[in-house]
């Protein structure tokens, strides 16, 4: 089983402009989500000198409210336009070997994605319906796997780690449908859904080593921080351990995701070469989810219904 890791460490050195810009939005993301909770903490300690009327706990309702409508909005919407953009590019990349001449791949990226903005928001929708029919999938894999406990600790990490990588396949999905600019998004979701049932063994395998590696690394980033808030104790060990954790999952978002990325659409795309959507196994994904119908009903909606064609050399 070949998980193509230096090729895709090859062409995510080739997106690195992406790797640092997302590197800046997550740190900027952090900065501002710290600077708005101690801008509640100030509030809150000084509610009564201010005179608003209400009890200071207000203070973190509003807060806490206002901060995750703004941060599912930048999660939804920001940070997945940034993220369409860069699988557009590893995608051309993959596909072709080089983008347009005299493009970068900043503004590559970012023309192809206003060129195409009603389609790349109808296929958020179909990137969260694809996590649920993936999910589906996985743990109907994970009830095969008869070595593995039903019950217990290593039963749910184990289940765990199948949804995190579950996270990569759909976004390698929507490189696949990326590849169809013209044609109907849902389709194309659901093509790209039965080919991965088809390979799942090789997908899944790559999506489980890199959640292996994401989690080794976040241990590996926050273990230093936290042995020297354990030496300390008290407060400042939990804020201190708390800091340590956030730092790893940082290094995880900024770092590791990316390559993962690369790597699924890498493996995705490997695996699906030269083959064709099995009719067979679309109906038997139909049996493990009642969602995946929901492909055909919007694809009958949007239109009439074609085979995809395999992908011409140059498409995006």
Do not use: C
């Not at 407060?235 to 995701?257: R, S």
Request: no cysteine.
């Amino acid at each position: 089983m070949q998980f193509h890791f230096g090729k895709s460490f090859d062409l995510l050195k080739r997106t690195l402009p992406f790797v640092l810009l997302r590197l800046v939005v997550y740190g900027l993301a952090v900065v501002l989500s710290v600077l708005w909770f101690f801008g509640i903490l100030v509030l809150f300690a000084n509610w009564t000198d201010l005179r608003i009327p209400g009890p200071p706990w207000l203070a973190w309702v509003f807060g806490g409210l206002t901060y995750s409508v703004l941060a599912k909005l930048v999660r939804n919407y920001i940070l997945y336009l940034l993220k369409a953009a860069h699988i557009a590019v590893i995608t051309r990349l993959l596909v072709s070997g080089s983008l347009p001449e005299g493009t970068n791949q900043l503004s590559y990226g970012k023309d192809l994605v206003f060129r195409h903005f009603l389609r790349i928001s109808i296929l958020f929708g179909v990137d969260r319906l694809v996590n649920v029919v993936l999910k589906a999938f996985n743990r109907s894999v994970f009830k095969l796997l008869s070595f593995v406990p039903a019950k217990g600790s290593l039963s749910s990490v184990v289940q765990r780690v199948l949804d995190y990588s579950a996270g990569f396949v759909d976004e390698a999905i929507l490189s696949y449908s990326l590849l169809y600019p013209q044609a109907n998004p849902w389709s194309t979701a659901r093509d790209g859904l039965v080919l991965y049932v088809q390979n799942w063994r090789v997908i899944l395998g790559s999506g489980l080593v890199l959640a292996l590696m994401s989690y080794v690394l976040v241990g590996v980033v926050a273990a230093p921080l936290a042995l020297a808030a354990l030496a300390f104790g008290g407060p400042m060990m939990q804020a201190g351990i708390g800091a340590a954790l956030a730092l790893g999952f940082f290094a995880k978002f900024a770092l590791m995701d990316p390559f993962a990325l690369t790597a699924v659409i890498v493996n995705f795309h490997e695996a699906i070469a030269g083959q064709e959507v099995s009719r067979e196994m679309e109906r038997k994904l139909g049996d493990v989810s009642d969602r995946f119908r929901e492909f055909s009903d919007k694809a009958s909606s949007w239109g009439p219904g074609t085979a995809t064609p395999p992908p011409p050399p140059v498409s995006l």
